[in-house]
């Protein structure tokens, strides 16, 4: 008598798409998770999520200061709305990098007890993110207002900038997650490159300063583009069409390889931790 | 041939260990230059492990620490992908390795039910069906709104224990956590697994306990080293249990009683020190010490200094639980001084009182109110009904008193 199979485990790969699909499949525990990481987050605090933007808030004010009153920085739209378009660019970026790449180390618990796709948990972090981009966004919102910045139909373009900005940084979060869970050093580098990466990222400065002979890094610069898409949005600035395209097809070949050095690594994540 | 719940063949799992761990990129890095060969070994978690589980069957695993139960176990529930190897099956398995898992302290229970239960591939709807149900379990109604981190230990384990009940499938696989809690905790999650049984769901429960899971499981497979040992009814995986379960006892097979190495143990009083020990009296079989005859049982000490003590034996089962204590101290009474010189303390078992299984003996040393010294398992003994045969049916229980029982006709 042949019974039938309700479910067969054996080693070997996974295709892709294969895995993709059961993602898609728990897509409910990427909200799961994201909403659990908020309500954490912000639990017992009086403020609440008004945390999320009291970060770029603090980047805004301290920037601001300098490059307006110290060094002062001359450009055509008001420094305010042009930092803060770099800031939250620059957040949402290095917060997918730093926790999506530390997401797996920190619920090793979880990954050791509980079956499912272990790629929700640095996607469920782009949510997590989004949300506090979008508060963020709103401030942008009020802080043109208040400087009289137009808005222009170009906002349409938004979502598939933040999109851009999402894989940029989940191509960095999906890497580092497979990889410090073998190399634990990583962990400890995260925050370095953060530290550094904004000196090399046109966050508080227009890229009209950098001496003509270092512009060719912004080829290989997609947060950099993302911010400039950005600035482009709001306040109308010039972009450079070919380092768009270059910058983000590299951001699309590290994301993917992501996810297949990720989904090729997954059934050892268990084993490491 | 009856159904089967689910197929194990062939499976083998094996981690590296390294000498050095590369756990840094340094050396990792510095492995690429350096002439050193990569000194990693190979463990055998599992090794070529194959069962069959009926369907309706509760299986028993058992091994000790590092047997490979729970690699098994994660095996089987995706967590750890086999190296070879292949489980298939036949009907809807889920997984219980951890009560609470996916709890977050900072949430609240209601909080928690949800995030546990989509973690265990409910619906939204299937939890707001079950919710309910699961509060009036659990018994914390009133503190459903409060952070879990502000439960008590019972508090937490009733809450998360009552979200798993709710779980339904065809095949549960269980690790260890019926060992968690309290005694009236581990008494609910054993209702709750026997009502899964008449249920005529599969079960496979892994464990380091015999006794406990010797009542739920009907046949129990013994793990060593990552390989499957023996495969049988309780009773018979005793016999080898305590073979291969050194820690409790160390035994050659067809021996009746086991003495601790001299040099093993110290009386740790510094007036008392311990000259021999063993067996007096006793009839042995092939199978065993008799429980049918008297056993007596001494130990011999030299006192070099007056001083306030009692002797005990405590007896215990290869599960650690205590049988009973037989102690030279009179019920309410304090320890006597004893002068200066040579004793022998013996302690004599009644016949009909020992159950046919492993004990362990743990001698005693208490002074005035206290324990000075406890030695475990100075003598072991493996006890038998004083046949010549091994399979006659063992009555769970530390302890095997005669009953007198009558069956009357009262119609």
Same mark, same amino acid.
């Given at each position: 008598?042949?019974?039938?199979?309700?479910?067969?485990?054996?080693?070997?790969?996974?295709?892709?798409?294969?895995?993709?699909?059961?993602?898609?499949?728990?897509?409910?525990?990427?909200?799961?998770?994201?909403?659990?990481?908020?309500?954490?987050?912000?639990?017992?605090?009086?403020?609440?999520?008004?945390?999320?933007?009291?970060?770029?808030?603090?980047?805004?004010?301290?920037?601001?200061?300098?490059?307006?009153?110290?060094?002062?920085?001359?450009?055509?739209?008001?420094?305010?709305?042009?930092?803060?378009?770099?800031?939250?660019?620059?957040?949402?970026?290095?917060?997918?990098?730093?926790?999506?790449?530390?997401?797996?180390?920190?619920?090793?618990?979880?990954? *050791? *007890?509980?079956?499912?796709?272990?790629?929700?948990?640095?996607?469920?972090?782009?949510?997590?993110?989004?949300?506090?981009?979008?508060?963020?966004?709103?401030? #942008?919102?009020?802080?043109?207002?208040?400087?009289?910045?137009?808005?222009?139909?170009?906002?349409?373009? #938004?979502?598939?900038?933040?999109?851009?900005?999402?894989?940029?940084?989940?191509?960095?979060?999906?890497?580092?997650?497979?990889?410090?869970?073998?190399?634990?050093?990583?962990?400890?580098?995260?925050?370095?490159?953060?530290?550094?990466?904004?000196?090399?990222?046109?966050?508080?400065?227009?890229?009209?300063?950098?001496?003509?002979?270092?512009?060719?890094?912004?080829?290989?610069?997609?947060?950099?583009?993302?911010?400039?898409?950005?600035?482009?949005?709001?306040?109308?600035?010039?972009?450079? #069409?070919?380092?768009?395209?270059?910058?983000?097809? #590299?951001?699309?070949?590290?994301?993917?390889?992501?996810?297949?050095?990720?989904? *090729?690594?997954?059934?050892?994540?268990?084993?490491?931790? | 041939?009856?159904?089967?719940?689910?197929?194990?063949?062939?499976? /083998?799992?094996?981690?590296?260990?390294?000498?050095?761990?590369?756990?840094?990129?340094?050396?990792?890095?510095?492995?690429?230059?350096?002439?050193?060969?990569?000194?990693?070994?190979?463990?055998?978690?599992?090794?070529?492990?194959?069962?069959?589980?009926?369907?309706?069957?509760?299986?028993?695993?058992?091994?000790?620490?590092?047997?490979?139960? /729970?690699?098994?176990?994660?095996?089987?529930?995706?967590?750890?992908?086999?190296?070879?190897?292949?489980?298939?099956?036949?009907?809807? +398995?889920?997984?219980?390795?951890?009560?609470?898992?996916?709890?977050?302290?900072?949430?609240?229970?209601?909080?928690?039910?949800?995030?546990?239960?989509?973690?265990?591939?409910?619906?939204?709807?299937?939890?707001? &069906?079950?919710?309910?149900?699961?509060?009036?379990?659990?018994?914390?109604?009133?503190?459903? &709104?409060?952070?879990?981190?502000?439960?008590?230990?019972?508090?937490?384990?009733?809450?998360?224990?009552?979200? %798993?009940?709710?779980?339904? !499938?065809?095949?549960?696989?269980?690790?260890?956590?019926?060992?968690?809690?309290?005694?009236?905790?581990?008494?609910?999650?054993?209702?709750?697994?026997?009502?899964?049984?008449?249920?005529?769901?599969?079960?496979?429960?892994?464990?380091?306990?015999?006794?406990?899971?010797?009542?739920?499981?009907?046949?129990?497979?013994?793990?060593?080293?990552?390989? %499957?040992?023996?495969?049988?009814?309780?009773? !018979?995986?005793?016999?080898?249990?305590?073979?291969?379960?050194?820690?409790?006892?160390?035994?050659?097979?067809?021996?009746?009683?086991?003495?601790?190495?001299?040099?093993?143990?110290? /009386?740790?009083?510094?007036? %008392?020190?311990?000259?021999?020990?063993?067996?007096?009296?006793?009839?042995?079989?092939?199978?065993?010490?008799?429980?049918?005859?008297?056993?007596?049982?001494?130990?011999?000490?030299?006192?070099?200094?007056?001083?306030?003590?009692?002797?005990?034996?405590?007896?215990?089962?290869?599960?650690?639980?205590?049988?009973?204590?037989?102690?030279?101290?009179?019920?309410?009474?304090?320890?006597?001084?004893?002068?200066?010189?040579?004793?022998?303390?013996?302690?004599?078992?009644?016949?009909?009182?020992?159950?046919?299984?492993?004990?362990?003996?743990?001698?005693?040393?208490?002074?005035?109110?206290?324990?000075?010294?406890?030695?475990?398992?100075? %003598?072991?003994?493996?006890?038998?009904?004083?046949? &010549?045969?091994?399979?006659?049916?063992?009555? +769970?229980?530390?302890?095997? +008193?005669?009953?007198?029982?009558?069956?009357?006709?009262?119609?």
């Amino acid at each position: 008598m042949e019974q039938r199979i309700y479910k067969t485990i054996r080693g070997g790969q996974v295709s892709l798409l294969t895995y993709l699909k059961e993602v898609w499949q728990v897509r409910h525990l990427i909200i799961t998770f994201a909403a659990r990481d908020l309500k954490v987050q912000y639990a017992q605090t009086y403020l609440g999520l008004l945390w999320s933007v009291i970060q770029p808030l603090t980047g805004l004010i301290i920037f601001s200061f300098f490059f307006q009153r110290v060094i002062p920085l001359h450009i055509s739209t008001p420094y305010s709305v042009f930092v803060f378009t770099g800031i939250i660019g620059w957040f949402y970026f290095t917060s997918l990098v730093g926790q999506a790449g530390t997401v797996l180390m920190n619920n090793q618990q979880l990954i *050791k *007890k509980i079956q499912f796709p272990r790629l929700v948990l640095p996607l469920s972090k782009a949510l997590t993110g989004l949300i506090e981009f979008s508060i963020s966004i709103l401030l #942008l919102f009020a802080l043109m207002l208040i400087t009289g910045c137009p808005f222009s139909w170009r906002i349409l373009f #938004l979502p598939l900038v933040v999109l851009a900005n999402v894989i940029t940084g989940l191509s960095g979060g999906i890497w580092l997650s497979a990889l410090t869970v073998r190399f634990r050093d990583l962990h400890h580098i995260i925050p370095y490159l953060i530290g550094f990466g904004i000196w090399l990222t046109p966050v508080f400065y227009p890229t009209t300063i950098v001496p003509h002979e270092f512009n060719f890094i912004y080829y290989f610069h997609p947060v950099a583009n993302v911010i400039a898409l950005y600035r482009w949005i709001f306040t109308g600035t010039d972009v450079n #069409l070919g380092q768009i395209i270059v910058s983000f097809s #590299l951001a699309f070949v590290l994301f993917l390889s992501g996810l297949v050095f990720f989904v *090729k690594n997954e059934k050892f994540i268990a084993d490491h931790l | 041939m009856s159904e089967l719940a689910l197929e194990i063949k062939n499976v /083998s799992k094996s981690f590296q260990i390294h000498e050095n761990r590369a756990d840094s990129l340094k050396e990792n890095i510095a492995r690429v230059f350096s002439s050193k060969k990569n000194t990693a070994t190979l463990f055998h978690a599992l090794d070529n492990v194959s069962v069959k589980v009926k369907k309706g069957e509760s299986l028993g695993i058992i091994g000790r620490n590092g047997a490979g139960k /729970s690699t098994l176990l994660r095996i089987l529930s995706g967590i750890m992908q086999p190296d070879t190897g292949e489980i298939n099956f036949y009907g809807k +398995p889920v997984s219980i390795l951890d009560i609470g898992a996916g709890f977050h302290p900072e949430l609240s229970g209601r909080e928690n039910i949800f995030l546990s239960a989509s973690l265990y591939n409910f619906t939204k709807a299937k939890i707001e &069906e079950k919710y309910q149900e699961i509060v009036d379990f659990s018994g914390v109604e009133n503190f459903i &709104e409060e952070p879990v981190k502000n439960y008590s230990a019972g508090m937490y384990l009733r809450l998360a224990f009552s979200i %798993i009940t709710c779980l339904e !499938a065809d095949i549960y696989l269980i690790d260890e956590v019926i060992n968690v809690g309290d005694a009236n905790f581990q008494m609910k999650c054993k209702a709750k697994i026997e009502e899964l049984i008449a249920q005529g769901k599969t079960l496979l429960i892994a464990s380091h306990n015999l006794n406990e899971i010797s009542t739920l499981c009907n046949r129990i497979v013994l793990m060593e080293n990552g390989k %499957i040992l023996d495969i049988g009814t309780s009773d !018979a995986i005793q016999k080898y249990f305590t073979i291969a379960i050194p820690e409790y006892f160390s035994f050659d097979e067809g021996k009746a009683f086991h003495l601790k190495e001299k040099n093993e143990i110290h /009386s740790g009083v510094e007036q %008392i020190s311990i000259l021999n020990y063993g067996l007096k009296d006793y009839e042995a079989t092939f199978t065993g010490i008799s429980n049918q005859k008297p056993i007596s049982l001494f130990v011999e000490v030299e006192i070099t200094e007056p001083v306030k003590i009692s002797f005990g034996m405590q007896f215990c089962d290869i599960t650690g639980v205590v049988a009973f204590t037989a102690s030279t101290l009179a019920r309410g009474s304090v320890s006597e001084i004893i002068e200066k010189g040579k004793y022998q303390i013996t302690f004599l078992i009644p016949p009909h009182l020992l159950n046919e299984k492993m004990y362990a003996v743990n001698f005693t040393l208490v002074g005035e109110k206290k324990v000075l010294m406890k030695i475990d398992k100075l %003598i072991t003994l493996k006890i038998s009904d004083g046949t &010549e045969t091994i399979n006659a049916v063992v009555l +769970p229980g530390v302890v095997k +008193p005669i009953i007198n029982s009558v069956i009357e006709n009262i119609a």
